[in-house]
């Protein structure tokens, strides 16, 4: 009774903190939306009896619909770009990298090997580094990667000039608009960029200490592609599946990288919602709420679909296994009963000598293999180049995936240097550090962003650790039917898009005085952090090696002593790395700092925004870089902690 | 029938680090090979060398004289049993053991008859419709040895199979293990870096040091006559005598030894090995005999199968493996007369650094 009362406490904090912000903010826009809350009283009109005039005023909306078509055709094309992306990089860097014994000899003029040794280690910093691209690519804000893409992108961006330059264009207009085009064309390439990097992320974290599968396969007969085929695949198909339908719901949420370089006609649902509700025209504050709940309705219809596939996937393959079992527990079963198969342990084991197959002789390429050797069932023609690739050509492709996800950053280190850079020049003909210079300059007001973006970010860390770690202790001890719906109720800020609660949310920190203010932003960003640290943390702590715990218990702590003296402390890398990841998440949010700050909270990603709308793209570059630092330090600081370990 | 040769094998790891030094090896068809060292020693490499799984940077790996250098691992035919088994988790212990038919191209009917002749083989065919995750240790090893016999190898490779098992599920194992070569024809290599399980399941040992092989041959010839004092100590030869050669015989602390081997050149020094099972209590007043010592009981321990004598030859201390029976009623203290037999001593270079003498 007492552990019950104690988990109850732990979790209360936060489920009051979710329920007041996020729950309050969903309430919120629904009672706007039906017209019940004075935030969307129009001109003389006044609150009365709910009612859907909102949704239907929406429905009758050409533009609507073309904003729900926009949407939804912007989500499907990125989630399908990041997933075949993602699922070959990710497949692209799976084995870890200098595995395999060295081939070559040393020269004979290096006695000790050294040359071998610096290859050896310049492999393994390689394939380091291709591994870490998709962590970066990650931690890169969304904002952040608009900036990026609407600089590499834009007429006269990098590719147009090497474009030019290889004879293809003869000017910067002959290139495809790629920012700001109707087809959303930039818009999809940011998410796909990112979305790519959580793919892979995600897929190697599902293939991690698995290679030994793979090798298995291969002596039983498998060939390379066959056994990723028939063993990783399978494995990782789940979890693909699943992040499909979570950048689904993410991309049909979104609002910064459509509102940096989408179009103006039509927008995508979150967009048209921010842009109704700071309409002068109070009247349509309730179709803006409609339209952030419609927004949420639709990445909901993403997520339900990628858990039914998943679902589906899971009862095929009991299906495909279940009919297996029975086509093989008919005959043979039979004959091994009657005792043509008798179990081991018996002086006659199983059948006679094994017929060999009856397979064709293959001669291997000749400089490789001397002699001829039995070929074991059919190959696939299509795969056969894949799977002659040797690991030296696997390598490259790891470098170049890697490369990949690093090259949109080149222009931006260019142009942060730059002086000017015009159309159809390489590089700068002249550079200048002005950009940095003023970045640096105490009285230009980006320093006092970058540490207002700072403070902000750890005041919403220190928060979400102080109410998120007793709740993570509370949700790991749970196991009864509460279980599923808290963590349901602990996921969801994760899923829902800020649009459908943030609008809402405005309101309810306006009632509490927090609005335009520096707390009232760090509380707001605390709804889309906190998921990030109950969730990961709470699986630990039901993963965690309970044998040091309980050898404190036995030599007389406590269980909180326990808890602060031994699982905390042996939990730091783990710790390190949800605080490195809370404090990313906060860094991201640009609609909800500008919703709850009302532009007078000024953090480093709407100053940057600000000097790209105004065409100064090295300030832009200069502070890009700046944003990315947090990003790339936190990583590194978080892999170190993770590599010595607690 | 494959006859598995490894020939001067080295594996240099990038870090300049050799995982073998020029292994050679024979795998003779149709028989059990253990390689048989302690960890570290290479053994798995050598095994994932066969099975094609790594490049060795020199030397050559041929199945029944066939090279196998450039070889893909599934054009070899040598299928491999892993120490964590390796079992795909998505499948079932019958899919799992289909897999191999399958990659190969056999029909549906014929991948369910293979799978379920290898699982029954393996006495694992009540589990055919288990997911690996719900299998214990030993179920696990078996669905993986059916797994592998399925794929009708010309070669298993098996490393470490027994590990980890406790002694009931060793039992049938071993017979199982044992039995796939003459059932099959399947040539088996097994590694171990435990000697009993070496000695049960193998018909030819393979003695491998620091990534080389030290000696080969069968299990009783390497007990019995080990190429130098490191493989005698780690066949179990826990008595190493000091002694040098003179006058034909053994000169030692426990007196002259008479070997069953040519005598070295006088002046030369040996080590005697005598294993504690061929040492023997001999009655106090029996015929004088040669290798024959009177001892003091130092102490006395039960073991599993035999009891741990431990007595004191003069200043020479001798373990000796007796049956229960033999050392009624004595206790520490008592005096002893051990013997051993001329053939059962053997003599190999003193690798221990001569004590300055004044």
Known sequence: ?646 | MARVALEGVVVAWPDGTLGLRGLDLDAPSGQVTALLGPSGSGKTTALRAIAGLLEPSAGTVSIDGVPQDGLAPERRRAAMVFQDHALFPHLSAIENAAFGPRVQGAARREQQARAASALAAAGALHLAARQPATLSGGERQRVAIARALASRPRVLLLDEPLANLDAALRQPLRALIRDVPRTTGTTVVVVTHDLDEACALADRLVLVRAGAAVQSGAPRELLDRPADAWAARFLGATNLIQGVWLGGTLQTGLGPLATGQPAGADGLRALAVLRPEHLALAPVDGPSAPNRFIGVVRSLSDRAHHVRLVASVGAVPLVVHLPPRAIAGRVAGDEVVLAVAPEDVWAVPDDQPQVAQQ
């Open chain 1, 1 to 646: 009774m007492a552990r019950r009362a104690e988990r109850a406490l732990a979790l209360a904090p936060a489920l009051l903190v979710l329920g007041l912000l996020f729950g309050g903010g969903l309430l919120a826009a629904l009672r706007a939306s039906l017209g019940l809350a004075p935030l969307a009283l129009g001109a003389g009109s006044m609150p009365g009896a709910a009612s859907l005039a909102a949704y239907r005023a929406l429905v009758a909306r050409p533009d609507a619909h073309r904003a729900l078509a926009a949407t939804a055709w912007v989500a499907i094309a990125s989630t399908a770009c990041a997933v075949s992306a993602g699922t070959a990089l990710g497949l692209a860097l799976r084995v870890p990298g200098a595995a395999a014994p060295r081939r070559s000899r040393s020269p004979s003029w290096d006695h000790y090997g050294l040359l071998g040794r610096f290859r050896a280690r310049a492999r393994t910093a390689a394939a380091m580094a291709a591994r870490g691209a998709p962590y970066l690519v990650l931690a890169v804000p969304y904002a952040l990667a608009a900036l990026v893409l609407a600089l590499v992108l834009a007429p006269g961006g990098l590719p147009a000039r090497l474009a030019y330059h290889a004879g293809w264009i003869a000017s910067p207009r002959d290139v495809p608009p790629l920012t700001h085009d109707p087809r959303f064309l930039g818009v999809i390439a940011a998410y796909a960029w990112k979305g790519m990097a959580f793919v892979a992320v995600l897929v190697l974290a599902s293939l991690s200490g698995r290679q030994g599968h793979e090798a298995a396969a291969r002596t039983l007969g498998a060939t390379r592609v066959g056994a990723i085929r028939r063993t990783t695949l399978p494995r990782a198909a789940p979890v693909v599946v699943l992040a499909a339908g979570l950048l689904f719901a993410f991309t049909a949420g979104g609002f910064e990288v459509p509102l940096l370089l989408g179009p103006r006609h039509p927008s995508p649902l979150p967009v048209m919602a921010w842009r109704a509700f700071h309409d002068p025209d109070l009247a349509t504050r309730p179709q803006a709420m409609a339209l952030a709940l419609g927004t949420a309705a639709l990445a909901a219809v993403g997520l339900v679909v990628a858990a039914a596939a998943v679902w589906a996937l899971g009862a095929l393959a009991r299906v495909r296994r279940r009919a297996f079992a029975r086509g093989t527990l008919a005959q043979p079963v039979r004959a091994a009963r009657e005792g043509a198969l008798r179990p081991a342990g018996n002086d006659e084991v199983a059948a006679g000598p094994w017929p060999q197959p009856p397979g064709r002789l293959e001669a291997p390429a000749a400089s490789r293999a001397r002699a001829p050797a039995p070929s074991l069932g059919r190959r696939r023609a299509g795969w056969s180049a894949m799977a002659r690739m040797a690991p030296s050509g696997r390598c490259l492709a790891s470098a170049g995936a890697g490369m990949l996800a690093v090259l949109p950053f080149v222009p931006i280190a260019i142009w942060s240097v730059a002086q000017r850079w015009p159309f159809p020049e390489l590089l700068p003909p002249a550079y200048s550090t002005r950009a940095w210079r003023y970045a640096l300059d105490p009285g230009a007001g980006v320093l006092a962003a970058s540490a207002t973006s700072a403070a902000v970010a750890s005041a919403t860390t220190l928060a979400a650790f102080a109410v998120g770690v007793p709740a993570s202790l509370g949700l790991a001890g749970l196991s009864g039917r509460w279980r599923r719906p808290l963590h349901a109720a602990f996921l969801a800020p994760a899923l829902v898009p800020p649009i459908a609660y943030g609008l809402g949310l405005q309101a309810v920190l306006a009632r509490a005085g927090l609005a335009d203010r520096f707390g009232g932003v760090a509380a707001a960003h605390l709804v889309p952090v906190l998921p990030y640290v109950i969730l990961p943390l709470s699986i630990a702590w039901r993963r965690r090696d309970r044998a040091a715990e309980e050898a404190a218990r036995t030599l007389g702590a406590g269980r909180l002593r326990a808890l602060w003296h031994v699982v905390l402390p042996s939990s730091r890398a783990t710790l390190a790395a949800v605080a490195a990841l809370a404090f990313l998440v906060s860094l991201d949010q640009y609609l909800l700092t500008l919703l709850a700050g009302g532009g007078r909270v000024r953090t480093l990603g709407l100053v940057t925004q600000a000097f790209l709308a105004a065409g100064d793209r090295p300030m832009a570059a200069t502070l890009a870089i700046v944003q990315l630092a947090p990003a790339a330090g936190l990583l590194w600081l978080a892999a170190r902690t993770a590599r010595r370990g607690p």
